[in-house]
């Protein structure tokens, strides 16, 4: 795919995923065109009838509403709309987020319901094709108008203001217009608010916690597997006919992968002394699998979110209707988000427990996974750190929708704050890197106990890859070393079956 029809067609994860990485080009497609022209003739037209005001296009915003605008400074007022609203606080926001910001605004503008130029959708295609990345930070946003203090940074430089991000340097967004002989967007009445009223902000994050997310299930799903091996469990908790009669659909397929993963596998084969493993092993079909449910819910809410006009006032063109409503609000996004963050957090959860199940000295593996135990410490610690992680996620759980702080002297007085849902994600998941690469740590080391059993060849595969990163542990080391390189395979392999 060379280049992609913004507005040819919906987008949805697997589309955005790909653009994304096949660093696909993005053009206006001749219908997106034609939609935006004709609601921006029709907002051109409207506006010569002044007698009538119109929210955000003659009036001020939010409590200002009220205030009326002579027709002289409409532009005015949409540039000092951005400029006063550009106010993003915090740490610089990863560029993919970036690059989703300005595809997801791109597409909503699009649709021909938002009164733009077209000239401002090509520039911001413009912005993206030749990775200018406006420079935008992570905190500001209540979800409430949408995303309005990122969004505004997120638009500043096309205007000549703002900075961005290009080739690795940091330029001001005049610098960057000259160097590509381009000139300021000169904003037209309603641009401005088209802009900064939306949701990508919080979509945008969402989708790139979504790409991490599913990397991470599948992550865990191989680790407990290996895990499963070195503890020396059962494999009838994952027949399927135990799942056809409560019939989720992760927890089906959560046992069906774990049954070929583990296929061929002598350790999963030999007769068990034991008849029963404990919860973080019997019951991962049940637990990863409502994850992947919960993720499936989210794909869904967002694939409709991106797919939706989210800015206000929405012009109507064929209807003669420009209407002021509350399409921005994130209250859809902020629940999802919590919810996807507790799904994701109980990843963690169940992978800890794995990791303190094989450090406990049973099933014929050693106290803390060392051939000495008492002169070497062996894998006593590592469980603490994720442990430390475990318990600062469940703080991250905290549910970010539940709350509202009154803004806009009372205007805006339920704010969704699905902003901060969206951003403590990349924090869980960040803490979900290190819980994954320390159980891995530990499941390779039991393993190694089993020899010279083998498990499956496939699992066999990942550990002789993951061993010539790692090494198995005789003696005491620097614990911190191995995790971090750990963390660095899983970041790096691709996760099959």
Known sequence: MNTYAIGSSELTYDLIEQLLKDKTKLVLSDEAVAKIQHCRDYLDSKMEDTSKPIYGVTTGFGSLCNRTISTDDLSTLQENLVKSHSCSIGQPIDETIIRLMLLLKAHALSMGFSGVQVETVQRILDFYNNDILPVVYDRGSLGASGDLAPLANLFLPLIGEGEVFHNGKRFKGSEILNIFGWKPIKLKSKEGLALLNGTQFMSANGIKALIDGWHMVKCFDLIGAISLEAFDGRIEPFFDCIHQVRPHRGQIETAERYRR????????????????DPYSFRCIPQVHGAVKDAMYHVTNVLHTEINSVTDNPTVFPDDDLVVS??????EPLALIFDYMGIALHELGNISERR??????????LPEFLVAHPGLNSGYMIPQYAAAAVVSQNKMYCYSASS??????????????????????????????????????????????FRRPLKSSSYIETVIEAYRKEVPTVEDDVVMKDYIESTM??????????
């Open 488 to 497: 660095s395979f899983l970041d790096k392999f691709e996760v099959e079956l």
């Open 261 to 276: 993963l583990l296929e061929g596998s002598e350790i999963i084969a030999r007769e068990k002394a034991h008849v029963q």
């Open 403 to 448: 709350d509202s702080i009154v803004s806009s002297n009372g205007q805006e007085d339920l704010v969704s704050m699905g902003a901060n849902a969206a951003t403590k994600l990349h924090k869980i998941i960040d803490n979900l890197k290190y819980i994954a690469g320390i159980e891995l740590m530990n499941a390779a080391q039991g393993l190694d």
């Open 355 to 364: 990791t303190a199940q094989l450090i406990l000295g049973q099933r014929g």
């Open 325 to 330: 409503g509350g399409n921005f609000h994130g």
